[in-house]
């Protein structure tokens, strides 16, 4: 029986999926912040292993490189290579490229330039096998991949995270993490335009939970600490959001926090709208091409698309799994993908 592990090694979280003979048998996800320390990230792979037991292959991308825990990506990329190929003991160990290419961990310094932040394409590649036409979007904790699909061929024009950006392809409007006055300097507040703090008070989780798309204590789609680390109520949300406009919780309804958070909401989505209408200018995709969601906040793009009129399809339909494991699967898309891809 040939036992696979795919590692999606993040800056906010560690995500892995096993397969056994093809077949998916279990995925985790686990919080890790290595900017405050390389044994958080150390620490987190390590249970993920002891969990998991032994493995015939590791395969194996990255965005932790991102992380200003490193002197630079390339260096991020050799440092974390070097402590997969440690940990894992074994010597199959295979890193995954922004050119659709698995290369060994003796490669990875040499090809570290392709292997940052090439989680994106792992995804796309995996889907662009069953799917001819397509615009996958997958919207993480932190940023959202629009990666367009045409005669089952990716036709992203971006390779790394800075050209990516620039074609539209990546988004830093992310499900939970990130501060909602990144997206907007002022908000409609009781018939008045008031300026945001910019201060650190909230996050778009405590905009999620004022709008119940995240229950209260969720432990999927918001694994970070809150922004003053007070519980993940929607009370306590409600004084944070009400900090970020230069007020206390008591200042605002009911009526008037819903109000707020929907307007905070809609800004974010808009930036993904905007890059949407991009693509659609580029020619990679119509009006009518359907949408492969993945990702924690992928109910949001399901949400679209159908605003849209678009066809929509959840990354998980792709595959054949236990229900036990769709959630996950579509919350942990690139680790799923190279747990079931062979090299």
């Given amino acids: 029986m040939t036992c696979v592990i795919g590692w999606d090694i993040g800056g906010a979280h560690i995500k892995a999926a096993r397969a056994r003979n093809g077949r998916l048998d279990a995925i985790v996800q686990r919080a890790c912040a ?39 990506r390339s260096k991020g990329v050799e440092i974390i290579a070097s402590l997969m190929a440690r940990l894992t003991c074994v010597d199959d160990v295979l890193f995954y490229t922004s050119k659709s290419e698995f ?24 889907i662009a096998q069953k799917v001819s036409s397509a615009l996958f979007i997958d919207m993480g904790s932190t940023t959202t991949d629009l990666i367009p699909i045409r005669d089952n061929e990716v036709v992203a024009q971006g390779r790394d995270d800075a050209s990516r950006l620039a074609h539209g392809e990546l988004v830093y409007a992310g499900f939970s993490r990130g501060v909602p006055q990144a997206y907007v300097q ?37 694994l970070a600490p809150s922004a003053d680390g007070r519980p993940k109520t929607r009370a306590a949300s409600h004084a944070r959001l009400a900090r ?20 905070l909401a809609r800004a974010q989505l808009r930036q993904v709208e905007e890059q949407m209408a991009l693509l659609m200018s580029r020619g990679v995709i119509t009006s009518a091409t359907p949408i492969v969601g993945a990702g924690v906040g ?46």
């Fill in 34 to 72: 290595p900017h405050l320390g390389f044994s958080h990230l150390e620490c987190a792979i390590q249970e993920t292993l002891e969990e998991f037991g032994r493995a015939d292959r590791h395969h194996i991308t990255m965005t932790a490189e991102l992380s200003d825990a490193f002197p630079n």
């Fill in 103 to 126: 290369v060994s961990f003796l490669s990875a310094k040499q090809c570290a330039p392709l292997i940052a932040s090439a989680n994106w394409r792992i995804s796309a590649d995996f």
């Fill in 186 to 222: 002022s908000a409609p507040i009781r018939g008045r335009w008031t300026p945001l703090v910019n201060e650190a008070f909230a996050t778009m989780a405590d905009v999620r939970r004022i709008l119940c798309d995240l229950p209260e204590g969720d432990c999927r789609g918001d």
């Fill in 244 to 263: 970020l406009a230069g007020r206390d919780m008591a200042d605002f309804s009911e009526n008037d926090m819903q109000a707020f958070a929907s307007y």
């Fill in 298 to 343: 992928r109910g949001l793009i399901k949400q679209l698309a159908y605003q849209q009129a678009r066809a929509y399809q959840d990354f998980s339909n792709l595959i054949a799994i236990s229900e036990a494991l769709q959630e996950l699967s579509s919350d942990c898309a690139p680790a799923t993908a190279l747990a079931l891809l062979t090299s």
